[in-house]
């Protein structure tokens, strides 16, 4: 079965520190691994990795994919209470037609 | 633009009164369309999904069900509510290898 774990389930930080959350995979066929953001409605993209150890970054979030380990990792420096949401990480397949897997997701608390 | 709108936002319902979620598609042609639902605190559960029209897909063995009467419109139905249905359902769609563009979701409350 395929599996995608995130941790920390939740995390509370203060505004300015810098956070890492952590996605592990364990599927078939694997195509690329996603980083989407939640505040209260509809996730929203932020970074598509697919070739390991090339660092996607916008601002100040980064996140690099090591396909050797099967995880990921999603950086956030000098974080901002509207940092505070809802990350999730999930799988793509080969098949375009394969439903992603999501994790369960991070649930960040930025508190000023 | 490929826009996505999902109906109503919020809605609360009776035990054993039926659903009807709606999720339709602009700006693109034969899309892939889902519906997951995310309980409180947890992450996306995938419901259904569909590749093509009248083509539907069941992950989880519940009492919903899903069809796909026009190329970009996507319903969620249930004849019979129960309060395990209660959650967060998003739409979604995708294209290609492309990510999902996920609808603004619809919080159901079963009482």
């Known amino acids: 079965e395929d599996k995608v774990v995130q941790s920390p389930l939740s995390l509370v930080v203060h505004e300015g520190d810098t956070v890492t959350l952590n996605c592990s995979y364990e599927?078939?066929?694997?195509?690329?691994l996603l980083w989407y953001k939640q505040e209260k409605k509809a996730p929203t993209f932020l970074f598509m990795l697919t070739s390991s150890g090339i660092e996607k970054k916008s601002g100040r979030l980064s996140s690099i994919l090591d396909k050797k380990e099967l995880f990921s990792i999603l950086n956030i420096t000098a974080t901002q209470t509207g940092d505070s949401a809802i990350y999730l990480c999930?799988?793509?397949?080969?098949?375009?037609?394969?439903?992603?897997?999501f994790g369960k997701g991070t649930r960040l608390s930025v508190i000023a | 633009s490929q826009t996505i709108h999902q109906w109503p936002a919020t809605l609360v319902q009776p035990v054993g009164s039926p659903l009807s979620l709606e999720c339709t598609v602009e700006g693109t042609s034969n899309p892939n369309l889902y519906w997951y639902r995310q309980a409180a605190g947890r992450g996306l559960q995938l419901l259904f999904y569909s590749v093509g029209i009248g083509q539907i897909s069941s992950e989880v063995p519940q009492n919903l069900s899903a069809s796909r009467p026009q190329d970009r419109q996507f319903i969620l139905s249930s004849k019979k509510l129960l309060l395990s249905d209660s959650g967060f359902y998003l739409c979604?769609?995708?294209?290609?290898?492309?990510?999902?563009?996920f609808g603004s979701g619809t919080r159901l409350t079963v009482v």
């Open positions: 599927v078939t066929n694997f195509r690329s």
């Open positions: 999930a799988v793509a397949f080969l098949s375009g037609n394969t439903p992603l897997v």
């Open positions: 979604a769609w995708s294209e290609g290898l492309g990510g999902y563009t």
